[in-house]
């Protein structure tokens, strides 16, 4: 069992998500190995530091996970953790002031954890703080000094390599994610945990079958955070008894042999396979996840295979739980950003309806129903029915009079066809959710 697989089983007894006691553990290891260690692109070094996101109804738990990872990168003590409430021009000042580490070294590179089990109260209101942040995230293109020009103070940081791992609910993000966040990068950058139920129930009252003690936890950590240098490779020019697998591939020169590992063909051949399924037109999306996709497999395959070994070799196990793992989010930013800001008030309507649909067990519900639940989103009851007309008109529900109630019901095959794209799977050749 992993380290991520026994912070999981550790906290099995209590409530939150059990994804989100993953992802906690898995951006904790980020937050330790921070830039310490990266997997050469040939054209730059992609680091594991990665942002992290819990979306969930108030009262889900989604404090404890997010406290959990702020614990033991504090019991590390490796890096810069930043809490609380603050403004952006705040968090970059704080990035820009050296610090001393255990044993007396200064620190002077801009490393940080950022956490928060609330996203919107921890960084004060500011158009520009999802633009900056998306900025940050990518160290790989910040290598040397970062600078800033605020209207107040001018920062200059030193390598920045930023983790984040925030909260958040429907009604907090709606004021914080703003179409530039969803549309610029932000939503594309950061791995959103998207939940509707807790684990199980527990009071918390009676101790637990096996206590938790986070010191112990962090030692793993400790011995990750040792760790410096590259992964091992997953292909070269040369064979060897470890690059065994040849593939041919076609440069300017014309065909070239190329050497990979296990872990690299895994890679190589899914990331074609991927690259073709997101040019259809129906795998397409406004954030921009798709593209920045096969980045987000490369992160979390590295931080998976330490959580293995600390040893800086991207494993086979690793690479094909990173693809599964990272496949989930696309059906989570569809989830977090339907209806926000940049999306009509119809459209609006249309996904909520639908999303109603789906929520029930039936699939079926009365106009009278739909209509009172709907009230505050359409402005007479001919612009509803209008709506639900078209949605019958294109096959998506049917409409029928139960005695004095008018019935909508949406066939089965409407609902699998949804629930494949909210689930996040990509269309092959047209044919919806085929993967």
């Not at 009071?203 to 955070?225: F, H, M, R, V, W």
């Not at 079926?364 to 639940?373: A, F, P």
Request: proline letters at 3%; hydrophobic letters at 40%.
């Amino acid at each position: 069992m992993n380290w991520v697989n026994q912070v999981v089983d550790l906290h099995s007894e209590l409530e939150s998500p059990e994804s989100f006691w993953r992802w906690s553990a898995i951006t904790a290891i980020s937050a330790i190995v921070k830039d310490n260690v990266w997997i050469n692109l040939q054209i730059f070094n992609m680091y594991p530091n990665i942002y992290t996101m819990f979306h969930a109804d108030s009262g889900l738990k989604k404090g404890p996970p997010v406290n959990m990872a702020k614990k033991l990168v504090k019991l590390v003590n490796n890096t810069r953790v930043i809490t609380g409430r603050g403004s952006i021009q705040g968090i970059l000042k704080e990035l820009g002031t050296g610090y001393t580490q255990p044993g007396g070294k200064v620190q002077t590179k801009s490393v940080a954890f950022i956490c928060s089990s609330e996203l919107s109260s921890s960084i004060v209101e500011d158009k520009v703080a999802t633009k900056i942040l998306t900025d940050l995230y990518d160290r790989i293109y910040n290598e040397g000094e970062w600078a800033s020009l605020l209207k107040m103070e001018t920062f200059t940081l030193k390598d920045p390599t930023i983790t984040m791992l925030t909260a958040t609910n429907e009604a907090m993000s709606d004021d914080f994610f703003t179409k530039s966040a969803i549309q610029g990068g932000y939503f594309a950058r950061t791995f959103i945990v998207y939940e509707k139920q807790g684990s199980k129930v527990n009071s918390l009252i009676y101790p637990l079958e096996e206590q938790i003690n986070y010191g112990t936890i962090a030692d793993y950590l400790k011995e990750l955070s040792k760790l410096a240098g590259p992964f091992k490779p997953l292909a070269i020019d040369q064979k060897t008894d470890f690059y065994r697998f040849r593939k041919t591939k076609y440069g300017k020169k014309g065909p070239r042999e190329l050497w990979f590992s296990e872990v690299g063909v895994i890679f190589d051949d899914w990331y074609e396979h991927f690259a073709e399924l997101k040019m259809l037109d129906e795998n397409k999306d406004d954030t921009g996840t798709m593209n920045r996709f096969d980045a987000s497999v490369l992160k979390v395959a590295m931080l998976l295979s330490l959580a293995q070994e600390p040893k800086l070799e991207i494993t086979e196990e690793a690479m094909r739980m990173a693809i599964t793992e990272c496949e989930k989010l696309l059906g989570n930013v569809r989830r977090t950003t339907m209806g926000k800001q940049g999306i009509s008030q119809s459209a609006l309507l249309k996904t909520m309806i639908i999303m109603e649909f789906l929520r029930r067990d039936t699939h079926q519900v009365t106009r009278t129903i739909l209509m009172k639940k709907m009230w505050q989103h359409y402005e007479n009851s001919d612009e509803f029915d209008n709506m639900m007309q078209g949605f019958d008109a294109a096959g998506m529900i049917t409409t029928a009079s139960v005695g004095n109630q008018i019935v909508y019901t949406m066939p089965d095959k409407q609902v699998k066809e949804f629930k494949v794209f909210m689930e996040g799977k990509v269309k092959k050749n047209g044919h919806p959710g085929t993967s």
